[in-house]
C-alpha cells in the first residue's frame, strides 16, 4: 500500500541541541496512530517539520499520491495539501463566535480577494452544522469561543480541523485537561475521523491511548524507538526504561 | 440567516447618520450660509479633524483589527498631503509667472515660464532646477494618481520586504518607524526635491479660483471630507465585518492558528497595509489644502505615534472608537495649545498647558491603557448594557 506521508532520515538540530534525529516515520491513507514518548522526544518537533513551521537539516518529507516533497512549502500551502494540525494548547479564535471559527476553518478558497468577496451560503452553513454536530457543538454555535468551557475549546479546535477536510491530522494532546466523559467523547470523534483519514494522535496519556486502540510509535530522542501495538510496545525492555520506567517513578 | 450588511452593522447607520447631521448643522452655521456662527478658521479646524478621523480609521483596521502596530501610516498621510500640494503649489505659481510675464512687450518662451516657475518654487533652497519628481506636476489628474500610487506602493514594497522575513510584533513598529524617520530625514535635505523644511505652502489656494472666498473654499473641503470620511467608514465596516474581518482578527489573535487553517498570512497583511495606506493618502491629500502648509515635521515618527494614542484612546478594534479617538483628542490638543485653557497658578508654579499638554496627554493615555483598554468606544458597551 503507498503511504500518504513519508519521513525519512529527517533530523534537526537546535543550538547543537539534536531535536530530531534520523527519524523516519510513515502512515498510511486511513489509519489512527498515537504518538508516545518521554518530554524532549522530539513529537511537537515532528509537527513542526511536517507542517511546514520547521526546516530541518537533512532527510525528506514526501506526501501524497504525487509524491510532492512538502520541505520548502509555506505552512498554508501545506494546509492546502491536506495537513491540518491541532496545537497542544486549544487554540481556537477566542473573540469570535463558534460558527465564525469554524466557517474560516471550512475547506473554501484561501486568496486575499476571494475571501473579501466571500458571500454566505446554505450550502457552507450546512457544513458547519454537520461539523458541529460531530463535536457535540450544534447548541454552541453563537456563542463566543472564548466562554467555552477547556473542553468544548479542544473540541471546537479538532472541528475546525474537520472542517478543513484534511487527509492527515496532526493532534497534539488533545486530552488535556479533559474529564473522563469529555475523553471518551474525543476518542470516539478521532475514531470516526480516522476511517477516512489518516489522524496522528501525539499523547502523555497511557489509559487515553489504550482507549484509541491503534497502532503506536515511541519515539525517543528525535527517533522511532519502537513501534506496534500499544502492548506490544510497552513489553519492550528499553521503551519500559526510558519512558514507562520514569513516568512510574 | 443571510443578513444584509447594515443589519449587521448598526454603527454604520449611526456613524453616517450624525456624521451627515453635523455637516448640515455646519454649512449652515458657516459664513458661506451668512449665519457665520463658525468663522471660517474653526471650519478648517473641522474639515481638518474629519481627515484626522479618517486617518485614524486606517490606523485601527491595521493595528485594532489586524494588530499590525504601523508607526508609519501618517507618513502615508503625509505622502497624500505632498503629492496633491506639488499640483496646488506648481498651478497657482504658473498663473501667477504667466500673469507677471503678460505685462512684458515680448512674450516668454516656454522655457522662460518654467524658469520663472522653478525659481519661484525652489528659490527658497537656492535653485530653480525643476527635480524629477515634478514631472507630472501640471496635471492635476496625474497628481491625484500619485495620492494613491504612492503610498499604496510603498506600503505594498516595504510591507512585503517586512511580512515575508516574519517580522511581528514590536520589531515591526520599529521597522516602520524607521520608515517614517527615513523618509523626514529625506525630505528635511534641501535638495530632495520638496523644497526641505520650508516644505509646500499656500495650499489653500486652489489655483484658478483665487476670486473664490476663503469661507467658500473651506466648506468645500470640510463637506469633501466628511464625505471621504463616511465612504472610508462604511469601506473599512464592509472589509472588517465579513469574513475577510474575521480572517485578518484571527491574524490580530493567533497568526499560527492562521498560517495553519491554510491562509497565506503574509497576504492578508499586506492587503490590509496597502489599502489601509492608500486610504490614509486620500486623507491627507484631504488634510493639507486646509492645513495650507506641509513640511516634514508634520511626517516625523511623533505623528504616527499620536495617531496610535489617539486610536487606544477612542478604542482599538471598533470604527468610530477609532474616529472619536482622533477627533477627541486632536480638538482637546488644539483647545489646550492654542492657549484655549487657563493656565493653573499653584503660587510657586504656574502650570501653562501648551508645556503640560502633553504631559496630561501621556497620563491619560497610560490611564487608558490600563483601566479602560477599551478608550471612549467603551462606554458605548455600558450604553448598550444599561438598555437591555
Redesign the interface.
Known sequence: MSMLLEVSGVSVTFDGFRAINNLSINFAPAELRAIIGPNGAGKTTFMDIVTGKTKPDEGTVIWGDRNISLLGMSESQIAMEGIGRKFQKPTVFEAQTVRQNLAMALKNPRGPFVVLMHKKTKLNAARIEAVAEQIGLSDSLTRVAGELSHGQKQWLEIGMLLAQEPRLMLVDEPAAGMTPEEREKTTDILKEAAKTRAVVVVEHDMEFVRRLDCKVTVLHEGSVLAEGSLDHVTSNQTVIDVYLGRAHA | ??RSFLAQNPSVIWFIAILALFTVVVTILSEVSGVGVISTSFIKTLGKTLCLCLVAITMDVVWGYCGILSLGHFAFFGIGGYAIGMWLMYARTELIVIESLAAQAIPSTAAEISDAIGNQIFGVVGSSEFPLIWTFADSLFLQLLMVILVPGLLALAFGWLAFRSRVTGVYLSILTQAMTLALALYLFQNDSGLRGNNGLSGLQNIPGYRDVPQATVSIIFFIASAIALGAGYVFFAW?VS???G??I??IR??E??V???????E??KL?VFTVTAVVAGIAGALYYPQAGIINPGEIAPIASIYLAVWVAIGGRGRLYGAAIGAAFVSLVSSWFTGGGAPNINLGFYTIQWTDWWLVLLGFSFVAVTLFFPKGIGGLFDLLMRKQS
Open positions: 440567516m443571510q472589509i465579513g469574513k475577510m474575521n480572517v482578527k484571527g489573535d493567533n499560527a492558528r498560517w495553519f487553517l491554510g491562509y497565506h498570512v497576504r492578508y492587503f
